[in-house]
């Protein structure tokens, strides 16, 4: 009896076209969004990348300086010195807190767009962490408020491209003003 139920509503919803096309439309927004899923993947896995890559040139940077200071005896400002534990803690030292997406986050839905995959921690006051934490405006990126006419994801004041985020920790270095 469930056999011949089964067959008879088989036919029936492959008699009717809509099925199909309600199946194409599903199948390609489960494409689309799986591809678009990956697309933010890659670009996650390239920025934690570009975080550690210039968290590593910083710590070597320190450390030549440390040997040019003490090979020199050079006096260094305490706030710039990478001897000073402070200095270092505060904002010389910087380390990221990354957080790696999972194999199966190209297909994950929620807010993990929204939420920073890295954080940079220091030893500064908590204001300050939770001031640079903040989601800005990309408008408030330009100093008019607007967006550069070449490009509607382009920075006016560093021209870097915007993708989902704000410009990536190493551009964010060499550019100082995003």
């Not at 056999?3 to 492959?14: D, V």
Request: proline share 6%; hydrophobic share 40%.
């Amino acid at each position: 009896m469930l056999n011949t139920i089964l067959r008879h509503e088989w036919r029936s919803l492959s008699a009717d076209a809509s099925v199909w096309i309600v199946v194409a439309v599903f199948a390609g927004a489960i494409g689309y969004g799986t591809l678009n899923g990956a697309r933010w993947v890659a670009f996650q896995q390239e920025a934690i990348a570009e975080a550690q890559q210039e968290e590593a040139e910083r710590y070597q940077r320190h450390q030549t300086e440390i040997v040019r200071i003490n090979r020199e005896n050079a006096t260094v400002s305490a706030f710039s010195d990478p001897r000073n534990p402070d200095a270092v803690g505060r904002a010389l030292g910087a380390r990221y807190a990354v957080l790696p997406p999972t194999p199966v986050a190209a297909l994950s839905v929620g807010q993990s767009d929204l939420l920073p995959y890295y954080f940079r921690m220091t030893t500064d006051a908590k204001e300050t962490i939770l001031a640079a934490a903040e989601l800005e405006n990309p408008h408030a990126c330009s100093p008019d408020g607007s967006i550069s006419p070449s490009s509607s994801s382009t920075c006016t004041r560093c021209s870097f491209w915007r993708s989902r985020t704000t410009c990536s920790p190493a551009k964010r270095s060499r550019a100082r003003s995003c």
